[in-house]
Nanobody
Framework: QVQFVESGGGLVQPGGSLRLSCVVS????????LGWYRQTPGKERELVAG???????NYADSVKGRFTISRDNTKNTVYLQMNSLKPEDSAIYYC????????WGQGTQVTVSS
């Protein structure tokens, strides 16, 4: 089964930046369209950014212009660059296939607070 291991979260002040990484193992990375998701307590997990096998990207309206998803097929890694962070971006961030149907990893906590 494909596995996802997220890292890079932390505490950051509003307006700050973070770069999340997700290493994908036990799968043929280049064949997957991938996505970054986030979840807060009491809410459903939501897709914030997706990237296809050919690098086409899409974003949730709430993060458009602030977040950038990218992938490095040589490192089996997908990234999420997050700029101009807001308190409402605080969540646990996960990566998964673009369809969100693979087993979920542990995620990485992002907290935006002064």
């Amino acid at each position: 089964q494909v596995q996802f291991v997220e890292s890079g979260g932390g505490l950051v002040q509003p307006g700050g930046s973070l770069r999340l990484s997700c290493v994908v193992s036990r799968g043929i990375f280049s064949l997957y369209s991938l996505g970054w998701y986030r979840q807060t307590p009491g809410k459903e997990r939501e897709l914030v950014a997706g990237i296809t096998t050919t690098g086409v990207t899409n974003y949730a309206d709430s993060v458009k212009g602030r977040f950038t998803i990218s992938r490095d097929n040589t490192k089996n890694t997908v990234y999420l660059q997050m700029n101009s962070l807001k308190p409402e971006d605080s969540a646990i961030y996960y990566c998964n296939s673009r369809s969100g149907t693979r087993p979920w990893g542990q995620g990485t906590q992002v907290t935006v607070s002064s």
